[in-house]
DNA sequence: TGCTTTCGCTACGACTCGTAGCGTAATGCC
DNA sequence: GGCATTACGCTACGAGTCGTAGCGAAAGCA
């Protein structure tokens, strides 16, 4: 939320209630409506609140659709199938499952677009998004040393480099056939793309 | 462009030079102003033309960003650096030097975006920018094959959907990592990102 | 010279934006 | 219970943009 509600403060508080009922209503509207035509009065509207009290709690279009957006990654998780490529093939076709939707579509690569000229926008991106979901990485790499597959990892910052490249071919390349390609990152593409990025890293 | 102008017709014939101060107007108002706030009218003044004109060449934001935008992906090219990894680096370099610019960050991203809903531009994006740039990846392998560096291709289908595949990764990865994490692609990160995708590629 | 199409210009209604002002509702503190 | 404080719903507002229509002038072609 762009004003977290302090903690001990006089006053009404904030309605709790009020907050769910925005961020769905804006998923709603990102899929009836997309992003430019999604207005503000229309969500709040659908929200069943008044204009001036999404004002209030968000700065404007940007904030909010980040908000929404980001909730919708965080049902992803990362089940145990046995191997890293395993592994590794579930949690992208879960990526690809939430891409696959209208309201993250979108939405994401519309308030992408416009962290290009925002620093505050992208640092809120990246904190509420991006880094958000680099523990599946992390999570993926320790269940692999765990299993043996991968050497224990030495350097910490070389260590970090590599979670980075990783995070960005994997969610770009998604993001990418999905979007830009237009074609379902289904199972088989899933399978060659994971053969080709394991195969790759191993070998370095 | 909107409408193609007829090859044998009557009348004053459309400016050409209008078209190329539109465009060239379209980038730098992409810079000074980004995506949103970027408005038709602004753009008619700079190009120095009326607004009207601009709407009869073309049917709104979202076109006209589009073709002047791909203008900037046409100056890609693949010089042979002698091994199939170096013209890799060398066109994934220059692919980052054009996302540097912003008026290709703010305003790819904002049409890719506005493209989820609309199946006439996710057309034309790949039409203009996707399909064209294609051209790299096939012209790098077929140098590699003369080289001796790959197998000559067999299954044209196989072929195909590994040419895509490509595609996907390298533009995805790039992409991600300007847009997203906003790091710069350098030296030293596209030679970590070539060696995981060519010894991918090359143990399948 | 006529015919045709484009051009620049002005004006227009419709819409969205973000904010201000007001009275009311809900909570904490005394 | 009364009071201060904050959130809420509602209405209204000026500012800005949208996309289009209508006009006379300009630039080609036969």
């Avoid at 299993?147 to 969610?171: C, H, K, Q, W, Y």
């Amino acid at each position: 939320m762009q004003t977290r509600t302090p903690a001990g403060r006089t006053g009404r508080p904030r309605s709790a209630s009020a907050d769910a009922a925005i961020l769905a209503a804006t998923r709603q509207a990102l899929v009836e409506l997309g992003w430019s035509k999604l207005t503000l009065g229309d969500v709040a509207t659908r929200a069943g609140v008044a204009k001036t009290t999404l004002y209030r709690r968000w700065s404007g279009k940007n904030e909010l659709v980040v908000d929404a957006v980001a909730e919708l990654f965080d049902e992803l998780s990362l089940p145990d199938r046995g191997s890293l490529a395993a592994d590794m093939e579930g949690v992208v076709l879960q990526f690809a499952a939430i891409l696959a939707r209208p309201e993250a579509r979108s939405g994401l690569m519309a308030v992408v677009a416009e962290a290009t000229r925002d620093e505050a926008l992208r640092e809120r991106i990246r904190a509420s998004i991006v880094d958000r979901q680099k523990r599946l990485v992390l999570a993926g790499r320790a269940r692999a040393e765990e299993r043996g597959e991968l050497p224990p990892s030495t350097d910490p910052e070389e260590s970090a480099r590599t979670v980075d490249l990783i995070f960005d071919m994997v969610a770009g390349a998604v993001v990418h056939r999905t979007l830009v390609s237009a074609q379902p990152a289904d199972e088989e593409w899933v399978r060659a793309f994971t053969r080709v990025m394991l195969q790759g890293l191993a070998a370095a």
